[in-house]
């Protein structure tokens, strides 16, 4: 059971430069999420989907787009990427309802030079 | 709107000393809260949350609703304990968005 499945792990990108990072759980969980990880900002929110077919902005979208494939994907594309969003990116999943956990991807490291 | 303080970066503290990790909110209805724990190289995986009202690992955490505060406690810290810890809040009925805090780093010297 993979549970939070993220790709790549690690990328390197030169400023302008255009990623998408995949997200997929097995879970059959309803919501999916992206938060950013930085030293002494703790984890932010960029975007979410609370169940497939929908998503909305979180704390911090601005440079990003996201895409709920389906159930199971949510993936966070960088269009332009600038040095700004070098950061590690968290992929999460939950039930969707009820007070329920989170479930979080192993992360991926993007540098943006 | 929703917020979460953890008014601590760093909290160093000796092995078999108490350890309490401050964690206040702001929201005007009944949040749900939790904690979650990063260990080195790990993931983000839930610590425990306050309508459990369960001790996991020997913390504990109680809402204070009039303080509006979550703070974690333990009263004997071990080594393994060392680790980010991150406050969280949900807004139930209303969204399904999480916000953390900006965590707090527990080093537990021997």
């Known amino acids: 059971n993979a549970g939070v499945t993220q790709t790549p792990k690690f990328q390197v990108l030169k400023t302008g430069q255009s990623m998408t990072l995949q997200c997929a759980q097995d879970?059959?969980?309803?919501?999916m999420y992206w938060y950013r990880q930085d030293p002494g900002m703790g984890l932010r929110l960029i975007y979410y989907s609370a169940s497939e077919g929908t998503t909305d902005k979180g704390e911090v979208p601005n440079g990003y787009n996201v895409s709920r494939l389906n159930k199971r994907e949510f993936s966070l594309r960088l269009e332009s990427a600038a040095p700004s969003q070098t950061s590690v990116y968290f992929c999460?999943?939950?039930?969707?309802?009820?007070?329920?956990?989170?479930?979080f991807g192993a992360g991926s490291r993007l540098t943006v030079l | 709107a929703q917020r979460v303080t953890q008014p601590e970066k760093l909290l160093s503290v000796f092995k078999g000393a108490p350890v309490e990790l401050k964690c206040n909110y702001s929201?005007?209805?009944?949040?749900?809260l939790f904690w979650y724990v990063q260990y080195s190289r790990q993931r983000l995986q839930l610590l425990l949350r306050h309508i459990s009202r369960e001790s996991i690992k020997g913390f504990t955490a109680d809402l204070n609703k009039g303080e509006t505060s979550f703070h974690l406690k333990k009263p004997f810290a071990q080594e393994e304990d060392s680790a980010m810890y991150y406050c969280a809040l949900r807004a139930p009925l209303i969204t399904y968005k999480y916000i953390f805090g900006t965590g707090t780093r527990l080093k537990v010297l021997a």
């Open positions: 999460a999943s939950s039930v969707g309802s009820g007070a329920n956990v989170l479930t």
């Open positions: 879970m059959n969980h309803n919501s």
């Open positions: 929201y005007s209805g009944s949040p749900e």
